[in-house]
């Protein structure tokens, strides 16, 4: 095996990180845990049980103090800055810069040191901040789109298509067996309740009717954020009687357990008024790992993450009698689900992370020649 200074040094810039909740972070993180022909440095910032959580991880990271006064932006100027300061010390062959807020420090080690960059897309921060993401991808030595709808979004904004390159995020496979599902019919849907584009408003909404089709039918919501008095007050106002549980931010053992027990993924998520939507939807490939089939929205990255009528269902986002036809169709039909649910695990195969990391890799190096 060969020792890290046999290996190609990368700078990984990225604000988004555990032990901070959500997609990017989780896939950052599997990411660098299965990078094998790099050596990783990883600057992000640093936040509650961060000290904890690079004890146990066994990754080299560098954090960052989080500003208090002006905490977003604040924090996004301070990880440039020691983005620069770490590759003039960890002198990287080349930086992935894992979100276009970095990329102004990607740049300026580029002009400084003379040190490529890959620029990572996600999806809705293409739209957020169009002339950023337009100088983020002039200078890139290259581009990795997680899905087809990302990779058209930067070559409108700017990228030379052969430059692109469209790679998915990967999806780890649990190594305890299956239990058994619950008793009562269940859906469970994950996302961190902050922005209203991933659909929860119009899953709640599409509860009753579900419920009057197939009773017992129940709601499970796993995340936290400052959207969930709201979505709490919508469930009130439908008298749901109990049929949603908030189960708040969870461990991975607990998830895990959850999509064991679940009969459904759902999260239909759409277009939101600014543009942008989801870049691909990690949570659909963990959903059918553990034989879930999902309930997504037919936009944006959700289309390339669930194979309509293969692996899930794609319906209208914006409709809530859509959301329940399709919620009640898989419900409803055991057999359906279950047959959904093994084709979208024998898909999810393909996602395996050892395989994703390889190819993020094979752009690394060849940006770093």
């Not at 600057?43 to 905490?71: H, I, K």
């Not at 300026?108 to 620029?119: A, E, G, K, N, W």
């Not at 930067?154 to 008793?183: D, K, M, W």
């Not at 709490?232 to 931010?249: M, N, T």
Request: charged share 20%.
């Amino acid at each position: 095996m060969s020792s890290p200074r046999d290996k190609t040094p990368v700078l990984l810039v990225t604000p988004d990180f555990p032990p901070a909740f959500g997609g990017i972070q989780r896939l950052m993180h599997r990411l660098v845990e299965h990078l094998e022909r790099v050596d990783v440095r990883v600057v992000t910032p640093g936040g509650a049980c961060a000290e904890r959580f690079d004890r146990t991880c066994g990754l080299d990271v560098l954090r960052v103090a989080q500003s208090s006064r002006f905490r977003q932006a604040g924090t996004i100027g301070t990880l440039n800055a020691a983005a620069v300061l770490a590759a003039v010390r960890f002198r990287p062959s080349v930086v992935l810069s894992a979100h276009i807020n970095v990329c102004p420090g990607a740049l300026v080690i580029r002009r400084l040191l003379r040190v490529p960059y890959v620029q990572y897309l996600h999806g809705r921060e293409l739209v957020i901040r169009p002339r950023l993401t337009a100088a983020g991808l002039r200078g890139a030595a290259a581009v990795i789109a997680v899905s087809s709808y990302t990779e058209a979004l930067a070559v409108a904004h700017g990228a030379e298509p052969q430059r692109v390159h469209r790679i998915p995020p990967g999806v780890e496979f649990p190594e305890h067996s299956p239990r058994a599902r619950a008793e009562s019919p269940t859906v469970v849907t994950i996302a961190r309740l902050e922005q209203r584009y991933k659909g929860l408003d119009v899953l709640i909404r599409s509860l009753p009717l579900v419920r009057s089709r197939v009773p017992g039918a129940r709601l499970v919501i796993v995340g936290e954020g400052p959207m969930q008095p709201v979505y709490e007050s919508l469930a009130r106002s439908l008298e749901l009687d109990g049929g949603v549980e908030f189960a708040g931010g969870i461990d991975d053992a607990e998830r895990d357990c959850l999509l064991d027990r679940a009969h459904v993924f759902a999260m239909p998520s759409r277009l939101p008024p600014d543009g942008g939507g989801e870049g691909f939807g990690i949570v659909y490939l963990e959903a059918a790992v553990h034989g879930l089939p999902s309930v997504a929205g037919n936009v944006a990255g959700a289309v390339d993450a669930v194979a309509d009528g293969e692996t899930g269902l794609l319906v209208d986002p914006t409709d809530h009698v859509a959301v329940a036809d399709a919620l009640t169709t898989l419900l409803a039909s055991p057999e359906t689900a279950q047959r959904l649910g093994r084709a979208a695990a024998d898909r999810a195969r393909a996602y395996a992370w050892p395989m994703i990391a390889r190819r993020v890799e094979d752009v690394l190096l060849a940006a770093a020649r």
